[in-house]
């Protein structure tokens, strides 16, 4: 398995409580992204960055922040937490190969659930 | 804006027998890439297959081949000699080259029957 990991792996909070999930890889990879993935359906990217100190929103509008201090990790936040926020978050780090393609390596994905 | 689309929701396919999982993409893009993704249950994402839109030879690993058309915009996966570790949801994803961003299939739920 790739080396990349995300914490908690299960979390389960209430209405407006803040939280942190924390994405990190031991890859050296500069490529780092967020999906937002319901059960069962697709991949919807809602941040990604190409470096330290970038950050950009994906395609997927989402009311999360994310930074990129450090190049091993990319935590998201969510300020206030709400219902509509329940859902399975997988974050992804990619390097370019000598093809020119990007393979991307998932991690195990935080499932979250705002009650 | 590049779309990608599986219309299989679901497929099931007995031990030792061949699947086709199908994907088809839109794009007016020239340079780009092309990905069979595998999501097990409760298991990390794992890249299948790729292949480069410039490559016209088929890209295979192992038991898993692609049929890629271009001019048809069609990029299917084949699973031989099915087993029942092959049971997940696949995900055909788009990357145009360069941007270092993938678009994903709505996804395959495959089923292996014993």
């Known amino acids: 398995e790739a080396d990349i990991y995300q914490t908690p792996r299960y979390l389960v909070i209430g209405t407006g409580k803040k939280i942190t999930l924390e994405c990190s890889q031991t890859m050296g990879h500069d490529k780092m992204y967020w999906y937002q993935q319901d059960p069962g359906m697709e991949l919807h990217l809602i941040h990604y960055?190409?470096?330290?100190?970038?950050?950009e929103k994906g395609d997927l509008s989402s009311e999360s922040t994310v930074s990129r201090i450090r190049t091993e990790h990319f935590p998201l936040t969510l300020e206030s937490a709400r219902p509509s926020h329940t859902s399975q978050y997988l974050c992804a780090s990619s390097e370019l190969r000598a093809s020119g393609d990007n393979e991307q390596f998932f991690g195990p994905g935080t499932r979250l659930t705002v009650l | 804006a590049q779309t990608v689309t599986q219309s299989q929701p679901e497929m099931s396919v007995q031990e030792a027998e061949t699947v086709t999982l199908s994907c088809t993409y839109d794009t007016s893009e020239s340079d780009y890439y092309l990905f069979w993704y595998k999501q097990p249950p409760s298991r990390q994402m794992i890249l299948v297959i790729r292949?480069?839109?410039?490559?016209?030879q088929n890209a295979t690993e192992n038991r898993f081949s692609v049929n890629f058309q271009k001019a048809a915009k069609s990029f299917s996966l084949k699973i031989s000699d099915s087993q029942l570790g092959d049971a997940a949801m696949y995900f055909c994803?788009?990357?145009?080259?360069?941007?270092?961003?993938?678009?994903f299939g709505t996804g395959t739920r495959l089923k292996v029957l014993a």
């Open positions: 292949q480069e839109a410039y490559k016209q």
């Open positions: 994803a788009y990357e145009t080259s360069g941007t270092y961003k993938y678009i």
């Open positions: 960055s190409y470096g330290v100190n970038s950050t």
